[in-house]
């Protein structure tokens, strides 16, 4: 089982993803009936404490909560007590007193998840994007969606696969890889399943740690679109400074954007995602945004089913998942 | 045991026959086509997974077998559920309520091929293939080749 904290798609490993991925299979199948709630987290409490801004993640949490019958509890930082000085540390510990089962995190802070999951003795953390480190339920839900669109195209039950439509595929993310959390959760995710990782971006956009990543790095889109299976596009991060690493967004379009000459050579049957938000005509063109192998709104669509999964595994089997000493291995 | 649902229902126009997960699926595809070649009429078959409806999930976890699917509306039909082995009648407990969620069914019905007894819930099958008394830590399994009734070494 996975648990108790979800900071990292590296704590679910390879087993610990395909299982987020056949449980969230079966959330999908909940949502189609007409009453899509179903009691499983009956009486626990989740609070959201967001503390940079978000649209989809923090509705899609919880949506995802309520549809488990989960209480939902959310906190809003710029009415909350973090305004008047409190610290990280206190605040959790105040969430901690009220007895909420778990919580999930946002911050503009890479590790801040992990510094709140080692202050808090019984309650689980998820994070809901750190910085620039990782965004893991965004890094499950993009495979989640691939797999699906893979096991159609085969014509397979996708929870029947486990990883194996992932095994030799070829899957490029361009963009802005240094200042993106998608980035390392899809490296993650996607080379864990078994897949090859190309990371294409200029030298400016690439993060000093990649070497150590265990992927291919490559600075032209170009060359790679004929072999691509999947090309993962990524948003330039102008609100963590990528503006001055590039000469000029439209020199950044003409070299690293999917644009419509560049989507008509993709092989068939490849297929685009992108995270959101998309900045169409930057980093997408707009005719390649709305075209139907970019899976963009079916990736929004699938967050609920997979932070659904993500969330039963996380709160069901009782208290046993969190386990002190793990919570605290990096203490 | 198709027999007897025939003999009590006469037409099986409004029947759908939903095996729950896992253990009553082949039992319920096994009883469908059964009542298919008894009346000639085909009966719709269902799969019902419960395991997000349980009471126990604090006490162990349970990962979902695979999907519920009921290919009608059960609106106003007569729901029969089938299982393996009824034993606490937990799992019915949770598949009642799991229902109810697809609708008001007309009336739910209980088949089960093996009645162990040790019920904790005030719930009683309506078909039953064979009651057999048992004690606690004996375990029974069923499949399609038989019934097996195993004493735990302990």
Same mark, same amino acid.
């Given at each position: 089982m996975?648990?108790?904290?979800?900071?990292s798609?590296?704590?679910?490993? !390879?087993?610990?993803?395909v299982q987020?991925l056949?449980?969230?299979?079966?959330?999908?199948?909940?949502e189609?009936?007409t009453?899509k709630?179903?009691?499983a987290?009956?009486?626990?409490?989740?609070?959201?404490?967001?503390?940079?801004?978000s649209?989809?993640?923090?509705?899609?949490?919880?949506?995802a909560?309520?549809?488990?019958s989960a209480?939902?509890?959310?906190l809003s930082?710029?009415?909350?007590?973090?305004?008047?000085?409190?610290?990280?540390?206190?605040?959790?510990k105040?969430?901690?007193?009220?007895?909420?089962?778990?919580?999930?995190?946002? !911050?503009?802070?890479?590790g801040?998840?992990?510094?709140a999951?080692?202050f808090?003795d019984?309650? !689980?953390?998820?994070?809901?994007?750190d910085g620039?480190?990782?965004?893991p339920?965004?890094?499950?839900?993009d495979?989640?969606?691939?797999?699906q669109?893979w096991?159609?195209?085969a014509?397979?039950?996708?929870?029947?696969?486990?990883?194996?439509?992932?095994?030799?595929?070829?899957i490029?993310i361009?963009?802005?890889?240094? !200042?993106?959390?998608?980035?390392?959760?899809?490296?993650?995710?996607y080379?864990?399943?078994?897949?090859?990782v190309?990371?294409?971006?200029?030298a400016?956009?690439?993060?000093?740690?990649?070497e150590g990543w265990?992927?291919?790095?490559?600075?032209?889109?170009?060359?790679?679109?004929e072999?691509?299976?999947?090309?993962?596009?990524l948003?330039?991060?102008?609100?963590?400074g990528?503006?001055?690493?590039?000469?000029?967004?439209?020199?950044?379009?003409?070299t690293?954007g999917?644009?419509?000459?560049?989507?008509?050579?993709?092989?068939?049957?490849?297929?685009?995602?992108?995270?959101?938000?998309?900045?169409?005509g930057?980093?997408?063109?707009?005719?390649?945004?709305?075209?139907?192998?970019?899976?963009?709104?079916?990736q929004?669509?699938?967050?609920?089913?997979?932070?659904m999964?993500a969330?039963?595994?996380?709160?069901t089997?009782?208290?046993?998942a969190?386990?002190?000493?793990?919570?605290?291995?990096?203490? | 045991?198709?027999h007897?649902?025939?003999?009590r229902?006469?037409?099986?126009?409004?029947?759908?026959?939903?095996?729950?997960?896992?253990?009553?699926?082949?039992?319920?595809n096994?009883?469908?086509l059964?009542l298919?070649?008894?009346?000639?009429?085909?009966? *719709?078959e269902?799969v019902?997974?419960?395991?997000f409806?349980?009471?126990d999930?604090?006490?162990?976890?349970?990962?979902?077998?695979?999907?519920t699917?009921? *290919?009608v509306d059960?609106?106003?039909?007569?729901?029969?559920?089938?299982?393996?082995v009824?034993?606490?009648?937990r799992?019915?407990?949770?598949?009642?309520?799991a229902?109810?969620?697809?609708?008001?069914?007309?009336?739910?019905?209980?088949?089960?091929?093996?009645d162990?007894g040790?019920?904790?819930?005030?719930?009683? *099958?309506?078909?039953?293939?064979?009651?057999?008394?048992t004690?606690?830590s004996?375990?029974?399994?069923?499949?399609?080749?038989?019934?097996?009734?195993?004493?735990?070494?302990?």
């Amino acid at each position: 089982m996975i648990g108790p904290h979800l900071l990292s798609i590296a704590d679910l490993g !390879h087993d610990g993803i395909v299982q987020v991925l056949n449980v969230a299979e079966s959330f999908a199948e909940v949502e189609k009936r007409t009453m899509k709630k179903v009691p499983a987290l009956k009486g626990k409490v989740i609070a959201t404490m967001f503390f940079e801004e978000s649209t989809r993640t923090r509705l899609s949490f919880e949506t995802a909560a309520k549809r488990l019958s989960a209480d939902v509890l959310s906190l809003s930082v710029a009415t909350s007590s973090v305004k008047k000085g409190e610290s990280l540390k206190d605040t959790l510990k105040t969430i901690e007193a009220l007895g909420i089962d778990a919580v999930i995190i946002r !911050h503009r802070s890479s590790g801040a998840p992990l510094q709140a999951a080692r202050f808090l003795d019984d309650i !689980h953390v998820v994070n809901a994007g750190d910085g620039w480190h990782e965004h893991p339920s965004q890094g499950l839900l993009d495979a989640f969606t691939v797999r699906q669109a893979w096991a159609a195209a085969a014509g397979v039950d996708p929870a029947s696969t486990g990883s194996s439509l992932f095994r030799g595929k070829k899957i490029v993310i361009v963009g802005d890889i240094a !200042h993106s959390r998608v980035a390392r959760s899809e490296v993650l995710a996607y080379t864990a399943l078994g897949a090859e990782v190309t990371l294409v971006a200029p030298a400016t956009l690439l993060p000093p740690s990649v070497e150590g990543w265990g992927v291919a790095v490559a600075h032209r889109l170009d060359p790679l679109l004929e072999e691509a299976d999947l090309v993962s596009v990524l948003r330039l991060q102008a609100e963590r400074g990528s503006g001055e690493c590039v000469p000029s967004l439209r020199e950044f379009t003409e070299t690293f954007g999917m644009t419509e000459a560049r989507a008509e050579r993709l092989k068939e049957g490849a297929l685009i995602t992108h995270p959101g938000p998309m900045v169409r005509g930057v980093e997408i063109a707009s005719a390649v945004a709305d075209d139907p192998r970019c899976l963009v709104t079916t990736q929004v669509h699938n967050g609920v089913a997979v932070r659904m999964a993500a969330l039963y595994l996380l709160l069901t089997g009782g208290n046993a998942a969190l386990d002190h000493s793990e919570a605290n291995r990096d203490a | 045991m198709a027999h007897e649902v025939v003999e009590r229902h006469g037409s099986l126009e409004r029947l759908v026959v939903v095996g729950l997960q896992s253990g009553g699926v082949a039992l319920a595809n096994r009883l469908a086509l059964e009542l298919e070649r008894i009346t000639g009429s085909t009966v *719709p078959e269902g799969v019902l997974d419960v395991v997000f409806y349980r009471d126990d999930l604090d006490l162990r976890p349970v990962v979902p077998e695979s999907a519920t699917e009921i *290919p009608v509306d059960v609106e106003g039909r007569i729901v029969l559920l089938v299982d393996d082995v009824l034993f606490t009648g937990r799992t019915v407990r949770a598949a009642l309520n799991a229902l109810s969620d697809f609708g008001r069914a007309g009336a739910i019905e209980l088949a089960v091929l093996v009645d162990r007894g040790h019920r904790e819930l005030p719930i009683r *099958p309506d078909y039953v293939g064979k009651n057999l008394p048992t004690a606690l830590s004996e375990s029974v399994t069923a499949t399609l080749d038989g019934v097996y009734l195993t004493r735990s070494s302990a």
